[in-house]
């Protein structure tokens, strides 16, 4: 089993930036796939960004965030981090992390952190 542990959500003014870590233990296979997605109350749960290493590394980002949210890994802590720069008040959400296995071909179910709490203020 793998378990995921978030850290570094918060309160910040509009314009301003976050950093969420994210540190997977427990069974990690060496192909997968760790991101991040965010709901806010009222809405559909939508995926933020995603980073894949399942077949060389691969990212992909939501259009609301591209240009201002950066994900990123470090395997051999096996963390994902996502960098939020220039934060809007519809930024915030609760910030959940994922993780995703591939083996036989074939994705595994996703497996969720607790989730972190961003809210940015006008």
């Known amino acids: 089993q793998v378990q995921l542990e978030e850290s570094g959500g918060g309160l910040v003014q509009a314009g301003g930036s976050l950093r969420l870590s994210c540190a997977a233990s427990g069974s990690i296979s060496s192909r997968n796939a760790m991101g991040w997605y965010r709901q806010a109350p009222g809405k559909q749960r939508e995926l933020v960004a995603r980073i894949s290493i399942a077949s060389g590394r691969s990212t992909n980002y939501a259009d609301s965030v591209k240009g201002r949210f950066t994900i990123s890994r470090d395997n051999a802590k096996n963390t994902v981090y996502l960098q939020m720069d220039s934060l809007k008040p519809e930024d915030t959400a609760v910030y959940l992390c994922?993780?995703?296995?591939?083996?036989?071909?074939?994705?595994?179910?996703?497996?969720w952190g607790q989730g972190t709490q961003v809210t940015v203020s006008s």
């Open positions: 994922y993780f995703q296995s591939f083996s036989s071909l074939r994705w595994g179910p996703l497996v």
